[in-house]
């Protein structure tokens, strides 16, 4: 069995992530109020120092993220929609509606607030993307985290991702939008640190990715996992 069917066996029963509905508002959520996210299932990946945690919640408009990223110094230089920001520190989430690994959406947010969103025609290792695709409706916020003394100890990345803005996307042709609940999508979650700032981007980089691809790139659809909307309680 080759190296991709063995990745894909070991991931099918893999764990799923399951969705909650929002109990608050749009607003109350972009905040990243900690209360107004209580109900969401808390999923956490990476070294202690560059921890990075991930949530999710989800109402009849749209679907609601959040990263929280442990970092004592984050930073960013890149100011434009669509600049190539994974060259410099951020969190990133691909969405997968039909599950047919083709066509998925990639949302990327920096420290600064800069989105980066893009539909991956095709993954590793012929990676086709597409720039011109956005994501109509994105919604986004960035807050900085920082200790009673003042010292920063990481970022938080929030974001609305509407369903309206999801329909231009090809998989979504064959996918419930808005979802019901019980409906699956596939995805991952990763961030991507850069430890000695735009002086040394490189050196000591770390690509952490929840559900780890196991190959040179975090577009490896075997490795995602499925995203379950659930119902109200």
Request: net charge negative.
């Amino acid at each position: 069995m080759s190296r991709a069917l063995l990745l894909a066996a070991a991931l099918a029963a893999g764990e799923a992530y399951p969705v909650a509905p929002a109990a608050a508002g749009r607003a109350v959520l972009l905040d990243s109020a900690d209360e107004a996210w209580a109900g969401a299932r808390r999923i956490a990946w990476g070294e202690a120092r560059y921890e990075t945690a991930f949530r999710a919640l989800w109402d009849a408009s749209g679907l609601y993220v959040r990263f929280d990223a442990r970092d004592a110094d984050p930073w960013s230089t890149m100011t434009k929609r669509d600049e190539w920001i994974w060259q410099e520190e951020a969190v990133e989430i691909f969405l997968d509606l039909d599950r047919s690994g083709r066509d998925y959406a990639e949302i990327e947010i920096s420290p600064a607030n800069v989105v980066c969103d893009v539909r991956m025609v095709t993954p590793w290792p012929d990676k086709e993307s597409d720039y011109s695709w956005d994501l109509a409706g994105l919604e986004s916020r960035v807050h900085l985290r920082r200790d009673a003394g003042g010292t920063t100890t990481g970022w938080t990345a929030a974001a609305f991702l509407p369903w309206a803005g999801f329909r231009s996307l090809p998989s979504a042709k064959g996918s419930r939008l808005p979802p019901r609940a019980g409906d699956r999508w596939r995805f991952n979650v990763f961030r991507i640190e850069r430890p000695h700032g735009k002086q040394d981007p490189e050196r000591d980089a770390v690509y952490a990715a929840w559900s780890p691809p196991g190959e040179p790139s975090f577009h490896v659809p075997a490795a995602f996992r499925d995203l379950v909307f659930e119902a109200g309680r």
